[in-house]
């Protein structure tokens, strides 16, 4: 099992520009989310998905929008980069509400200048 | 108020030395603490979890919850250079979505 694959690990994007976040999992989770982790401020959830089909907004959701078409897929899409939007990535999943174990990916670092 | 405080740290310790991290959290009604290690440039990993009040152990490794004071730590006992890391600490609800929710992190060092 590959576990959590995030593509790209490394992204630079000029302001306005826009992108997309790739997160690939292959352990059959239901649940995913994204974080962003920014230096001293810890995860912050943006989104997270309990199946296909269904995403719900996490702590920071703004200038972010996902979709989850599949079991395997849940990408992050950035619409109009800015400034505010540096930080390093991470997808995870998880089994279900009896896990208490997210699995992470390797991250993705974003420098919008 | 956040869900969750942690200690920023950083802490820098000798090799063998005994480690204790620490968070407090706000609302009694969470039911899950796990610690996760994340080493640089890596994501988190899980590391230990519990949902009582007490201590569990694994290994160098014990999770202490108080559920009367919303405190808990982690303490690493023998402390190696191989636990130069962040700690994060994290609870969660198992009826809000399956959302968890993370401390900022503990970076630290253990100097041979």
């Known amino acids: 099992n590959a576990g959590v694959t995030q593509t790209p690990k490394f992204r630079i994007l000029k302001i306005g520009q826009s992108m997309t976040l790739q997160c690939t999992q292959d352990m059959n989770h239901n649940y995913m989310y994204w974080y962003r982790q920014d230096p001293g401020m810890g995860l912050k959830l943006i989104y997270y998905s309990v199946g296909a089909g269904i995403t719900d907004k996490g702590e920071v959701p703004n200038g972010y929008n996902v979709s989850r078409s599949t079991t395997e897929d849940f990408p992050l899409r950035l619409e109009l980069a800015a400034p505010s939007q540096t930080s390093v990535y991470f997808c995870?999943?998880?089994?279900?509400?009896?896990?208490?174990?997210?699995?992470f990916g390797p991250g993705t670092r974003l420098t919008v200048t | 108020q956040k869900e969750v405080e942690q200690d920023p740290g950083p802490l820098s310790v000798p090799e063998g030395a005994i480690v204790s991290l620490n968070c407090t959290y706000s609302n009694s009604a969470f039911q899950y603490f796990m610690w996760y290690r994340q080493y640089s440039r890596k994501g988190p990993e899980l590391l230990m979890y519990?949902?009582?009040?007490g201590n569990k152990e694994d290994g160098r490794f014990t999770a202490q919850v108080d559920k009367s004071s919303k405190y808990i730590s982690l303490f690493i006992r023998d402390s190696q250079p191989s636990d130069s890391a962040t700690y994060l600490c994290?609870?969660?609800?198992?009826?809000?979505?399956?959302?968890?929710?993370f401390g900022t992190g503990t970076s630290l060092t253990v100097i041979p």
């Open positions: 995870a999943s998880s089994y279900g509400t009896a896990s208490h174990e997210q699995y």
């Open positions: 994290a609870i969660r609800l198992i009826d809000t979505g399956n959302q968890f929710y």
């Open positions: 519990t949902y009582s009040s």
